[in-house]
């Protein structure tokens, strides 16, 4: 064997990452054990082990698939790398840069196994506060999850330095410590702890509850329509406040801007290995879906696409202001009218049977849809993303939600059930609720 190479029965990525995390390392052995997990050596002296996270705390991501990252150990706790090797993640193939990944994954180099660690925000006693991904916040605690519950379970197994109080040290010894389930059981899903989305839940509590707040409060509207539209200045003031309420908490706060990849998504996760909790892991995500789905069937997409969409928001704000600017204001024939309308539904089956191809391949597509860049992104992107974005809301400036009427996949996937869930009566409904939108539309411009 040539003087520094690695010797090693794993695949190649493994053999290249091991000599990047023990770069004294010239054998790796192969991965087994429980939990497995490969031992890497120098000269015959073990200097720590490589694991795969999937193989052991193997979290569903959004795709309904585990994020695998190869993460590296030595025999004094310290996390020595961290890759990601494998996901099927949409967020992460469009709009994260590559550069934004390896600064989330390098973090975990000053962390040992002892350490809880936690992302972003004010810091917390017993806590290793480290920054999340930008656009990509759930998918970065996912990972989070499960690289530090895949390194306990090797330390634990193997003997490496683990202490319970979160105490950062390096100890000299080696002895093996077993850490106590301290959370109660989630017997009712066959969970033996407490599974990732739960905390995520109880960390977004007070969010959520906003957000539930909210929901009723549009409901509300909903069910005294008649009643508002006959008062037109009590309606404009609701209906701009909502407006704003959707794009600074929904939108820009809490990033809860919905999207066709979700649909697709869910789609994906039907026809494959459908799990619950892939779609838990975002709190305010789950429950914007859940009421759509309620209202879809009471009262069509227009209780999303009129109230709820960050974006949809963000362009009728705009186009209230152009009026109140007397800036002209531009409405297609109705010959072209009708044929843009169809374009919607044209990208909608063209980005469903690219997801069935493949989700990432979808995801890059689906920047169709400028949400990420002008709403979870806070428009800070550059090129071709950002021109697009702004372009469809100066659009926007003369023609109303010109992205929403013509080019949105998402309202195109919300509108096709309609024909299937609707009877004339509900459809007469479906219509009032369209004047009335439209009617709060007229009262502000």
């Known amino acids: 064997m040539m003087p520094g190479a690695i010797s090693t029965a794993c695949a190649d990525p493994v053999d290249d990452l091991a000599r990047k995390y023990f770069p004294k390392a010239d054998k790796v052995g192969e991965f087994a054990g429980d939990p497995l997990a490969a031992p ?42 961290v890759e990601i090797t494998e996901h099927s993640e949409p ?25 809880s660690v936690k992302l972003g925000g004010a810091e917390r006693e017993g806590y290793v506060t480290i920054d999340g991904i930008t656009g990509a916040s759930i998918t970065a605690m996912v990972m ?37 389930v301290k959370q109660a059981p989630f017997w009712w899903l066959g969970e033996t702890s407490e599974p990732f989305w739960a905390s995520v839940w109880r960390e977004r509590l007070w969010q959520v509850a906003v957000l539930c707040s909210a929901l009723g409060v549009l409901v509300f509207i909903l069910l005294f ?3 508002l539209t006959c008062r037109p200045k009590l309606l404009k003031f609701i ?43 975002d709190p305010l995500i789950f429950v914007l879906w859940g009421f759509v789905a309620l209202t879809l069937l009471l009262w069509g997409r227009g209780v999303y ?19 109140r600017l007397k800036l002209p204001d531009y409405q297609f024939p109705d010959v072209v009218h009708e044929r843009l309308t169809a374009l919607k539904y044209v990208i909608f ?36 993303f950002l021109a697009y974005a702004i372009a469809l809301l100066v659009i926007a400036v003369f023609i109303r939600k010109f992205f929403c009427k013509y080019l949105c996949p998402l309202g195109a996937a919300l509108a096709i059930p309609a024909p299937l869930l609707y009877d004339r009566g509900q459809q007469v ?10 009617s709060a539309a007229d009262s502000t411009g």
């Open 40 to 81: 890497v050596y120098k000269g015959g002296r073990l200097l720590g082990y490589v694991l795969r996270t999937s193989d052991i705390a193997p979290i569903p991501a959004y795709s309904g698939e585990p994020i695998t990252l190869l993460v590296g150990i030595n025999l004094d706790g310290w996390i020595t790398g």
């Open 91 to 115: 967020i992460l193939d469009a709009g994260v840069s590559e550069l934004d990944l390896k600064y989330f994954v390098y973090q975990y180099h000053d962390i040992t196994v002892q350490d």
């Open 144 to 180: 989070n999850a499960t690289v530090m519950k895949a390194v306990k379970k090797v330390a634990e197994s193997r003997g490496i330095p683990l202490q319970t109080e979160g105490a950062r040290i390096t100890p000299q010894t080696i002895t093996p410590v077993q850490v106590p």
């Open 225 to 227: 329509q008649d009643w």
């Open 239 to 281: 209906r701009n406040g909502y407006l704003l309420f959707t794009l600074f908490f929904i939108g820009w706060y809490t990033l809860a801007q919905l999207s066709i990849i979700h649909v697709l998504t869910f789609i994906n996760a039907v026809t494959h290995q459908f799990t619950w909790q892939a779609f838990l892991v």
């Open 305 to 323: 696409c009129g109230w709820l969409c960050p974006f949809g928001a963000l362009q009728e704000l705009i186009h209230k202001l152009a009026r």
């Open 349 to 384: 089956v063209a980005l469903l049977g690219l997801s069935l191809q493949s989700i990432g391949y979808a995801a890059k597509a689906a920047e169709v849809e400028p949400f990420k860049t002008a709403i979870v992104m806070h428009f800070q992107r550059g090129g071709v």
């Open 429 to 438: 409904q479906q219509d009032r609720s369209d004047r009335f939108k439209e």
